[in-house]
């Protein structure tokens, strides 16, 4: 998808250093408005004009798949990108069906962000187009997990069906290459 320019980027995300590091990609000269409730992001969309949203899945109370259907609502021409760490093939239809543009699992970058809206030059690397290895389907889904469980080891190894040890020892790798 190619579009004319992408001036005004609307970060939603309920993480602060998250939000930091978006702004100081985005920077230069293109503006970065920030969010981090549902509510703020729509309140935004009329002062801040932004073309192009980028929306985390888990907006604490708030649902960012939901949010992605309030904003296609309100700016039917807003470019729309969900991002999450807990990127599934549901998610990502359930995100189009929703209105988004764009699926992103993270970590990613503002340079990928413009790369796939046809911002960029620079081709895609080929790794995007791959499956992700079975290492890094499983690391995300034990994330998956422990975040279901709110961060509760004990409990997230019973529900992994394994030994908490064990999780305790797959936390402490590094996330694996998709």
Not at 16 to 39: F, K, N, P, Q
Not at 72 to 90: D, F, G, H, K, T
Not at 128 to 140: C, G, M, N, S, Y
Not at 146 to 173: E, F, H, T
Request: hydrophobic share 45%; aromatic share 6%.
């Amino acid at each position: 998808m190619r579009v004319a320019s992408i001036r005004t980027i609307l970060v939603v995300d309920d993480d602060e250093l998250t939000l930091a590091a978006w702004r100081r990609s985005i920077g230069g000269e293109r503006r970065c408005v920030v969010a981090r409730t549902a509510s703020e992001a729509l309140g935004s969309l009329g002062h801040a004009r932004p073309e192009l949203a980028l929306v985390d899945m888990r907006l604490g109370n708030d649902s960012g798949l939901e949010l992605i259907g309030e904003l296609r609502a309100r700016s039917p021409q807003l470019l729309i990108a969900l991002y999450s760490a807990y990127v599934s093939i549901p998610i990502a239809v359930a995100a189009v069906h929703a209105g988004a543009h764009q699926v992103f699992a993270k970590p990613v970058t503002f340079g990928e962000v413009l790369r796939r809206f046809g911002q960029a030059s620079a081709p895609l690397p080929a790794e995007v187009d791959e499956p992700p290895t079975l290492a890094r389907i499983e690391w995300e889904h034990i994330w998956r997990v422990l975040d279901d469980c709110d961060g509760n080891v004990s409990m997230a190894a019973r529900r992994l069906g394994i030994y908490r040890s064990s999780l305790q020892r797959k936390l402490r790798k590094a996330a694996p290459r998709a």
